[in-house]
C-alpha cells in the first residue's frame, strides 16, 4: 500500500502540480507569444511579425544597457566567487575564532532586503564624496563601478553556498598526497584542488551572474546616469510604445537565463554525482 | 630542550595556521566590513541624527526621527502594519499552495523527481522584473485577459475589470505567483529527508493515512514549513517594485515610502529611520526563526 496518498489523492496531487506549473508559466509564455505580435500585446492578435527583435538593435539605448549589465555581471561575479571560494576554504578547513561570527555575516545578505542595503550605500557613497571631493579632490561617484560593490556583497552567500557542498566532498587527503608526492601547496592548489573545484566554480559563476544581471533594487539607488538592463527595463515601462520590443528583449534574456541557469545545475549535479564516487573519502578508502 | 623545541616549533607551526586562516578571510572579511557592515552602521547613525550630510542636518543626536515615526498620527507606522497584513496573507497562501508540490515531489515522484523540481524552480531563477511585467500586461484595460474577455464577447467593449491591475490585490496574486517556486524548495527539503520507515511504522501500527500525515509527516515537516514561510515573508515585507508596476495607489506598502522618501520627498532621515525599523524587524524575525532556516539546503538542492 502507498502510505504517502491514496490513488485518488495521488491523481488530485498531479492535477495540483500540473496546473500550478501552468499557472507559472503561463504568463511568461503569454509574453513570449506577444513579442511576435503585430500590434499592442492585446487580443486578437494581429498577425506574426519579428520586427520587434530588429528594433531593439537599432535601439542603442537598450542595447547599451544591456551591455552594462553584462560588464557589472561579469565583474560582480569573478570577484564574489574569488570571495566566496576564500570564505568556503576558511569555514570548511580552517579552524578559528569567532567562526559562528563569520558565517553569520558572510550569510546575512541573504535576508537584508535589498532596498534597505540599496539606500545604505548610496548614504555611504555620498558621504564618501562629500569627504574625499573636500579633502582629495576625488570624485568617487554613483555608477556601474557602485553597483559592481554592492552586487559582489549580495551574491557572496550564494556563491558559497554553491562552493561549499563540493569542496566538502573533496577529500582533504587528496591535497595531503600532493603534498607527500612533493607539490608546494599553490601548486597543490593550482593541479589539484582547483581542477576539481572547477564545477562549483562555474556553477557559483552563473548564478552570481543570473542575480547581478537581473538585479533592480540595489542597481535602481546606485546606478546613477549609467542605467544597468532592469533599471532600463524598469523606467521604460510607462513608455507604452515601447513595450513589444521591451517584451521581445525580455524574453530572449529569459530564455538565455534560463539556459544558463539550467546548465549550470546540471554540471554541477554531474560532476557531485562523479565526485560522490570517486574523490571524496569513501571513495578512496 | 627536547621539549623547548617542541614547543617553539608548535608555536610556530600555530603562528603559521593562523596566518594562513587570515589570509583566506581577510579579503571577504575587509569587503563586507566596507560594505556591508558600515552601510548599515551608517544609516543607523544618521537615523538618529548623528551623521551631518546635508546643510540642512543638524548633526545633534537625538530621537526626533524615531519619535516622530513611533509617535501618534504617523503614517508610516499604519502603512507598516499594512505591509505587514499583505505579507501574511500573501506567505500564508504560498506556503499553502507550495505545500503539497513539495509532498508530491518528494513523496509520490520517484524517478523524476529531481527534474520536476527544476521545473518548478526555473521561473524563480529568471528576471524578476519580467515576471511582474508579464503580469502588467495580463491585466490591464486593454491587456490579455480583459482583451480575450471582450473577443470572446464574454464582457463588452470599454468595459474592463478595472480591479484587476493597481489594487492591492494584483500586487498579492504577483508577489505569490513570484515566490511559489522558491517555497516549494524548503518544504520539499524537508519531506524528501523524512525517514520512510516511520510513514510506514505508523500504518503498520494501524493509523489511517490522514492520521499518519497529521501526527507523522506535518510535525516533521514543520521546520521546513517555517523556513517557507520566513522565506516569503522576509522579503516581501520590504517590496517596493511589485507594488510600483502592478499596486496603484491601493497597493502602495512600506517599502514604497522608504523608497520615496529617499528619491522624491528627499528626507533622508525619516528614511534612514523606516529603512532601520524595517531592518531590525527582519533581524528580529530571523533570531527568532533563523534556527528553522537552514540555508545549506536551499543551495545543495
Not at chain 2, 520512510?196 to 507523522?216: H, I, K, M, P
Request: include cysteine; hydrophobic fraction near 55%; aromatic fraction near 12%.
Amino acid at each position: 500500500m502507498e502510505i504517502a496518498t491514496s490513488k485518488a489523492g495521488r491523481v488530485s496531487l498531479t492535477v495540483f502540480f500540473w496546473l500550478l506549473v501552468l499557472f507559472l508559466y503561463l504568463p511568461i509564455m503569454v509574453l513570449a507569444v506577444f513579442s511576435f505580435n503585430d500590434g499592442d500585446p492585446s487580443f486578437p492578435l494581429s498577425g506574426f511579425t519579428t520586427h520587434w527583435y530588429g528594433d531593439v538593435l537599432s535601439n542603442p539605448v537598450l542595447v547599451t544597457s544591456l551591455g552594462r549589465s553584462m560588464v557589472v555581471a561579469t565583474i560582480s561575479s569573478l570577484i564574489a566567487v574569488t570571495l566566496g571560494v576564500l570564505t568556503s576554504f576558511a569555514l570548511l578547513r580552517r579552524r578559528f575564532f569567532g567562526k559562528p561570527v563569520v558565517s553569520a555575516l558572510v550569510f546575512s545578505p541573504l535576508v537584508i532586503p535589498y532596498l534597505v542595503f540599496g539606500i545604505s550605500l548610496l548614504l555611504l557613497f555620498t558621504l564618501l564624496d562629500k569627504v574625499l571631493t573636500q579633502s582629495f579632490g576625488f570624485y568617487f561617484g554613483l555608477g556601474l563601478h557602485s553597483v559592481v560593490i554592492g552586487h559582489v556583497v549580495v551574491a557572496l552567500p550564494y556563491t558559497i553556498l554553491t562552493v561549499m557542498p563540493l569542496l566538502e566532498r573533496l577529500s582533504v587527503s587528496l591535497d595531503e598526497a600532493a603534498k607527500d608526492l612533493g607539490a608546494s601547496p599553490r601548486e597543490t592548489f593550482r593541479r589539484v584542488t582547483l581542477p576539481l573545484l572547477m564545477p562549483a566554480l562555474i556553477s557559483a559563476f552563473l548564478v552570481a551572474f543570473t542575480l547581478s544581471f537581473d538585479e533592480f533594487a540595489i542597481a535602481s539607488f546606485l546606478a546613477g546616469t549609467q542605467q544597468t538592463w532592469p533599471v532600463y527595463l524598469f523606467a521604460q515601462l510607462r513608455v507604452p510604445s515601447l513595450l513589444p520590443q521591451l517584451i521581445a528583449v525580455s524574453s530572449v534574456v529569459f530564455i538565455a537565463s534560463m539556459l544558463l541557469v539550467l546548465s549550470a545545475e546540471i554540471g554541477r549535479r554531474l560532476a557531485e554525482r562523479r565526485y560522490g564516487r570517486e574523490y571524496t573519502a569513501r571513495g578512496l578508502t | 630542550m627536547a621539549t623547548q623545541e617542541a614547543a617553539a616549533s608548535a608555536k610556530h607551526w600555530r603562528r603559521r595556521e593562523r596566518g594562513v586562516t587570515a589570509a583566506l578571510l581577510s579579503a571577504p572579511m575587509l569587503w563586507l566590513l566596507l560594505f556591508f557592515v558600515a552601510p548599515v552602521v551608517y544609516v543607523a547613525s544618521y537615523s538618529v541624527g548623528a551623521i551631518k550630510l546635508f546643510p540642512t542636518d543638524t548633526g545633534v543626536i537625538s530621537l526626533d526621527g524615531w519619535r516622530h515615526f513611533f509617535g501618534g498620527g504617523s503614517i508610516y507606522l499604519g502603512l507598516f502594519w499594512k505591509s505587514v497584513r499583505m505579507s501574511l496573507t500573501v506567505s500564508v497562501i504560498v506556503v499553502l499552495l507550495a505545500y503539497p508540490i513539495g509532498y508530491f515531489l518528494a513523496l509520490c515522484v520517484r524517478k523524476l523527481k529531481y527534474v520536476l523540481l527544476l521545473v518548478v524552480i526555473v521561473p524563480f531563477l529568471t528576471s524578476f522584473l519580467l515576471r511582474v511585467l508579464a503580469w502588467k500586461v495580463m491585466l490591464g484595460d486593454k491587456g490579455v485577459v480583459n482583451s480575450l474577455l471582450v473577443s470572446l464577447h464574454l464582457r463588452p467593449a470599454n468595459e474592463p475589470i478595472e480591479w484587476l491591475l493597481y489594487s492591492q490585490f494584483t500586487v498579492m496574486l504577483v508577489l505569490a505567483y513570484v515566490w511559489i517556486p522558491f517555497v516549494a524548495l524548503p518544504i520539499f527539503v524537508s519531506l524528501d529527508n523524512l525517514d520512510r520507515s516511520l510513514l510506514e511504522a505508523a500504518s503498520d501500527l494501524g493509523a489511517s493515512r490522514v492520521r499518519t500525515f497529521l501526527r507523522v509527516t506535518l510535525p516533521l515537516s514543520l521546520p521546513g514549513l517555517i523556513a517557507a514561510f520566513v522565506f516569503v515573508f522576509v522579503p516581501t515585507i520590504g517590496e517596493f517594485v511589485t507594488p510600483l508596476l502592478v499596486g496603484g495607489t491601493n497597493g502602495y506598502m512600506y517599502g514604497n515610502a522608504i523608497q520615496d522618501l529617499f528619491t522624491r520627498g528627499l528626507d533622508w532621515q525619516s528614511g534612514s529611520v523606516l529603512a532601520m525599523f524595517l531592518l531590525i524587524v527582519v533581524a528580529g524575525l530571523m533570531a527568532l526563526f533563523g534556527r528553522y532556516v537552514q540555508v545549506r539546503s536551499v543551495a545543495a538542492d
